[in-house]
């Protein structure tokens, strides 16, 4: 066999073991279930994903503050699939993930010229359980979905930095626009290019070098304002704005550096890093971080074109997430380093195999970085517990993080699900005393109370979550509360505020409805149950409330019709059958059959129309 046949093979091999690694590290990820932290608001709550007729809301709307469309189709794709089944868009997740993996050790070897840097900057990338926040977590798909054309991109990029053909370039922006429209936070590939150029050794000082991805940077230009304002509209920008420039420098100098921390030594990894209080620490890491900088101009002056490279990569995908502008509630998150990981990852398995190969025998950084491997996979797949149940998920924080009022209060909300409200309590009592101020956390406590029929005390605690922001969750609860406690004007003023921000709420427009009975507006009701079942998922309460609403109409034979619908769903609905008989009755029909179905299954309301239409005891 010749040499190049052998570079083939070795290619092939290495390869197969790459994907074997991500089978073996997220072997236990398929069976995992959805975390209710966006999971739901991006899968099982949303009708969106139900079908490519809805391709132009993906790329005319913001989702949970962020835009991505090509994301949404992708959960789409996931949809026709296998429905609300976890498991599709768990393999999803995983198949992207091994994609990218095998891009990225074809670029790597395309940039180095070594098949074995290559094997392990890919293996590395691959099962480091940072990565698990990405790929083990439903709701990050846009990570990993970007990811897969982010590194495309940077792999075709070497082929047009040898040829430098138009046509190439083409490829690169179109692939990198691809990665934009699954998650923003590509707008760091024009940059990164500049990192690949050192490592190709590119004269940085020819000016085509840079006119090349003038078109990409202004496309992230664009993007990155989008996706600005997307944060915006989510209301997750100044999360905190009690800190000051300065604050903001030396919170980002200590994030700069632990995250390459975190990558060395995977320990006390959390979906949730709190922001520390701040203390002489962080600005020791921020001297770090700005040495860490400077060595890459003196690096790049000595021709240390890996180490250069590297650094430059990792700070401009690092510094989009650094909390320059300030967005959500963490400081820190292990998804952050998804594409960041490279620019670690390069230079250190080439300097391991420079210098142990060089120090020692040539086998010996193979030996080294294998176990490394092996003990990173080991960790992967216990960091993959977490994923499995939400109670893990939020359990796994709260013992990292105790003093993490989300952690305290989400968790306190899973045992809420399970109707465990004795367990649930202290958790979400001690997340609103680490944090008067959040807003979740009272709206937690709010439906806690309103569960155990506590209504004065849910009453207040909603109170206090839409003082401190008018949250459309709580503002819904204290919505059901006031309509239930007989109050319907008051519940309809706060649904109204519910459809300002969610128009497409099924469960506000239901209840908008229940409140215009309550008035005696039925007409009005029934177009709101109209809206109810357009953007529900079948639910047969919304058909046998508008069915209730037409019979007050005088609307018989579509109150019928909805009163069928409800039977057909849900055969021992006993109200269903009793209201169609009344119906039945009223339009000059034969109502006992119905009424008498009614009564054996326990609506009571049923024997004395019985009596009243059929003569019937």
Known sequence: MNAPQQQKLTGVWQMAMLIAAVVLAYINIPGAGFISWDDADYISNNPDIHGFANIGKWFSSFYIGNYHPLTMGSYAIDYMIGGNAPMQYHITNLILHGGTTLLLYAFVNNIQGNKWVAFFVALLFAIHPVQTESVSWVAERKN???????????????????????????????????????????????????????????????????????????????????????????????????????????????????????????????????????????????????????????????QWFVLCGGIVFYTVNIALVLQFVQFGEVLRADRYLYIACIGVWVPLVQYAFDWLGLKLKEITPIIVLTIVSLVFIVLTYQRNDIWQSEKQFWQAITVTFPNSAIAQSSLGGVYMKEGDYATAQPYINEAVRLDANNYKAWYNKGVLHLRKGELEEAATALDMSIAIYE????????????????????????????????????????????????????????????????????????????????????AYEAAIHDFSLVIEKKADNGEAWYWRGIAKQLAGQMPCHDLNKARNLGYKDAEQALVKFCNSY
């Open 144 to 302: 990993v979905l970007s990811g897969f054309f982010f590194v495309w991109a940077m792999l075709v990029y070497t082929r047009y930095a040898g040829e430098e053909k138009k046509l190439t370039m083409l490829w690169v922006v179109l692939l990198g626009i691809a990665a934009m429209l699954s998650k923003a936070t590509a707008v760091a590939l024009p940059v990164s290019l500049l990192a690949i150029d050192i490592w190709l050794h590119r004269p940085l000082k020819q000016v085509k070098i840079w006119v090349e991805k003038l078109p990409l940077l202004l496309i992230a230009l664009a993007v990155g304002i989008v996706a600005i304002k997307a944060q915006a509209a989510g209301e997750f920008l100044n999360e905190h704005p009690t800190n000051s420039f300065i604050d903001t420098i030396a919170y980002a100098g200590y994030a700069y550096v632990q995250y390459i921390l975190q990558l060395l030594v995977p320990a006390k990894l959390s979906v949730l890093y709190p922001y520390p209080t701040l203390s002489a620490l962080q600005w020791v890491y921020t001297l770090i971080a700005a040495g860490i900088m400077a060595l890459a101009v003196l690096a790049y002056r000595k």
């Open 471 to 554: 949250y459309p969750k709580a503002l819904f609860s204290r919505a059901l509360l006031h309509q239930q406690a007989g109050h319907p004007l008051q519940a309809l003023e706060d649904v109204e505020k519910v459809l300002a921000t969610e128009p497409n709420n099924a469960r506000a427009h239901f209840i908008k409805g229940n409140c215009l009975v309550q008035n005696g507006n039925y007409e009005t009701a029934i177009a709101s149950y109209n809206k109810a079942i357009t953007y529900g998922d079948g639910d047969p309460l919304f058909y046998l409330k508008r069915g209730e609403a037409h019979v007050q109409t005088r």
